[in-house]
């Protein structure tokens, strides 16, 4: 479906399969290019496709409220408001005497798909792997320019188990940047014991070198903000300090552990802005977080206990294969917004009847946000003489910004919004083949079902055919048989793709009405220059972790 221009922090909607993407090609204005993000291509050449069609919702006054992250306001509406010339472009079709078209080579598609893969594989021992995770396959593709996704791995050194998440970043991409730094540190502080919780404390003031508690399983694209390292690490170990003040000699219970992490960093998110640093740019940046937002899926791992802590509308997805060899979808976690009945009735307990009416409307928080939990967002947690306090007493970038001194209306009885996190435990067993983590960028283009079928089918190279569905096109018999022949050589020939991850971001991007991949319109979606990429999809990130059956399959023996 297309998609109407917008700032970046927007949700994009589930584009329809059965609608043409882009058609005939027209000449593009020289302020389009450089095309191909990842700074791979500077310029193909000299045309683009925009689409043309009146049924899609490019023509549609509908879209301009329905699909923002952020819903504006009349006075924002020049900061929303499409280019004065895009109208221009999507109606010149008549004026294209010979329409052209370009495509990117496969090598060329390939390398920008492939530019942000990362796989681990758990090392074995003695020619064993002991661990339930076989290893995991991750990948971005962005839209936004830069990408506000974020994503993180890591393995838990001081305590057992894997810890992975993805983060969706919206007014920009600081929250979900800090927290993909911070998030894990507190929840493998959470989990400690008292006694290496001492231990490391011991070692921070006797100045020896720390314990180290996390094995980062990064893409060297994945970056860590030096600047701001002083400052985090100052914060955790005032967490680990309260932490050993509070020791109970009880056993940490995961889920609590969990969910005292989410809230705490949310807290000391909110707190470093509130304190200011003498830094300028640490304090800048410490504001830049706050007052933008970030969606988190986290999912721990320990042996056969799955953990999914979700705060937001990422998702978590159990893959499971039945019997029969087909496979099957189980969801781990729920979306954190207007479409949850009960996440509708949580924000309404929480605040006066008299504001029943205003705390959700077409489908946002306060009418503005699409979330109902998240990170940062702090103009959804403060008071009103908080914000402006902190707005006026802050640098000139900040005070001048109109979006941090705009306050949302019927605001009365802040926080409306948490990050506290909806955690879900799941045991696991031996037909739990892998978890798909991913922001809303895949969920916004793929049923949870096609996303099991095609990474199990690529997982175990076994292919359950499906009866070809044309959704109701007039397909001739010469068409059937091309698409027949298409799908028959495709299966037949070896994956290109090495990382579970990165083959479904193929499917995501280039499936076509009958849901196979076409390189023309993978070739065109790519090929969109970065001012037009977001009006057609969000971001997209994805963390595919692939379960060790026999190492699950003993571990439930042992328990019976």
Not at 337 to 354: D, F, G, L, T, Y
Not at 458 to 483: D, E, F, N, R, S
Not at 485 to 503: G, K, L, M, P, Y
């Amino acid at each position: 479906m297309c998609v109407c221009p917008g700032p970046r922090r927007i949700a994009i909607p589930v584009r329809s399969s059965r609608l043409p993407l882009l058609s005939d090609a027209m000449p593009a204005p020289a302020h389009l290019f450089p095309l191909i993000r990842n700074c791979e291509i500077s310029r193909i050449c000299s045309t683009v496709c925009y689409c043309h069609h009146k049924h899609l919702c490019c023509l549609s006054s509908h879209f301009a409220h329905s699909h923002f992250r952020y819903a504006p306001q009349k006075k924002f509406a020049a900061l929303y408001r499409p280019k004065e010339n895009f109208n221009h472009f999507i109606h010149m079709r008549d004026y294209a005497s010979t329409p052209q078209r370009f495509y990117l080579t496969p090598p060329q598609v390939n390398s920008i798909l492939k530019a942000n893969e990362y796989s681990f594989k758990v090392p074995e021992f003695d020619g064993k792997n002991v661990s339930s995770v076989l290893g995991f396959d991750s990948n971005q593709l962005p839209a936004n320019a830069p990408i506000e996704d974020r994503r993180s791995a890591a393995t838990c050194l001081q305590t057992r188990g894997m810890l992975l998440g993805v983060f969706d970043g919206h007014a920009g991409c600081a929250c979900a940047q800090a927290v993909s730094e911070r998030l894990f540190y507190y929840i493998a502080v959470s989990l400690l014991p008292h006694e290496t919780l001492l231990e490391i404390e011991n070692a921070v003031e006797s100045g020896r070198a720390l314990l180290p508690i996390l094995q980062w399983h990064k893409h060297p694209n994945d970056y860590f903000s030096k600047e701001a390292s002083k400052l985090y690490f100052n914060s955790l170990r005032t967490y680990w300090q309260e932490l050993i003040d509070l020791n109970s000699g009880e056993t940490t219970d995961v889920k609590e552990a969990l969910i005292n992490a989410f809230k705490r960093l949310d807290n000391d998110i909110s707190l470093e802005a509130q304190v200011g640093d003498p830094n300028s740019f640490l304090n800048y940046l410490v504001l830049r977080v706050a007052f933008s937002g970030a969606t988190a899926c986290v999912a721990h791992v320990d042996g056969v206990d799955l953990h999914i802590a979700n705060t937001g509308d990422s998702r978590a997805m159990l893959g499971v294969q039945e019997e029969d060899g087909s496979w099957s979808a189980v969801n781990l976690s729920y979306d954190h917004n207007a479409q949850n009945e009960h996440e509708v009735e949580r924000v309404k307990m929480e605040h006066p009847k008299s504001e029943e009416k205003s705390l959700v409307k077409q489908d946002r928080l306060l009418g503005l946000l699409m979330p109902f939990r998240a990170f940062g967002d702090v103009k959804f947690k403060w008071s009103i003489e908080l914000q402006k306090r902190v707005v006026e007493s802050g640098p000139d970038q900040l005070n001048d910004n109109e979006y941090t001194k705009f306050i949302p209306p019927n605001y009365h009885t802040p926080p409306y919004l948490t990050a506290e996190p909806e955690v879900i435990h799941h045991k696991l067993r031996p037909q739990d083949k892998f978890l798909v983590l991913a922001t809303d960028g895949l969920w916004e283009t793929m049923h949870r079902q096609d996303v099991a079928r095609i990474v199990g089918e690529y997982l175990t190279g076994v292919h359950h055919q499906q009866p070809i569905a044309v959704g109701g096109y007039k397909v001739t018999l010469g068409q059937m048989h091309g698409l027949l022949t298409e799908r028959r050589a495709r299966i037949s020939s070896v994956f290109e793709d090495q990382n579970a991850a990165t083959h479904l971001i193929r499917h995501a991007v280039g499936n076509n009405e009958f849901g196979t991949v076409d390189h023309e319109r993978l070739s065109k979606m790519l090929s969109l220059p970065e001012e037009l990429a977001r009006m057609y999809r969000d971001d997209i990130t994805i963390i595919v972790v692939q379960f060790n059956s026999h190492v699950i399959g003993a571990c439930q023996n042992e328990e019976l």
